[in-house]
């Protein structure tokens, strides 16, 4: 069992920046593929991005490359999604989640976290 608990989410205007994080305790951290999903109100979650077990490697979703950046620490057992230059469409509910598969963009992951809320005013 991977327990994952995100952190950082918030308020912030257009245009501004956020950086999440995603903790999972525990020393299997590394021999997963990490991923980032939301949710927005009314819709269907949505992957956002992922990295593989190095951190040598990511995917993202198109709509966020450019803006959006995830790295890891695995000393730390830790990634984070780094979010700049933010809009109000990105508001959402923000998952981590770990897969033992790379890259995999569906939602059949393995284990997630609970959501941090992020909203972003115009």
């Known amino acids: 069992q991977v327990q994952l608990v995100e952190s950082g989410g918030g308020l912030v205007q257009a245009g501004g920046s956020l950086r999440l994080s995603c903790k999972a305790p525990?020393?299997?951290?590394?021999?997963?593929?990490m991923g980032w999903f939301r949710q927005a109100p009314g819709k269907e979650r949505e992957f956002v991005g992922t990295?593989?077990?190095?951190?040598?490697?990511?995917y993202y979703l198109e709509s966020v490359m450019g803006r959006f950046t995830i790295s890891r620490d695995n000393a730390k057992n830790t990634v984070y999604l780094q979010m700049n230059s933010l809009k109000p469409e990105d508001t959402a509910v923000y998952y981590c989640?770990?897969?033992?598969?790379?890259?995999?963009?569906?939602?059949?992951?393995?284990?997630w976290g609970q959501g941090t809320q992020v909203t972003v005013s115009s």
């Open positions: 990295i593989s077990r190095s951190g040598g490697s990511t």
């Open positions: 525990g020393r299997t951290f590394s021999t997963y593929a």
């Open positions: 989640a770990a897969s033992r598969i790379f890259p995999d963009v569906t939602t059949t992951y393995d284990y």
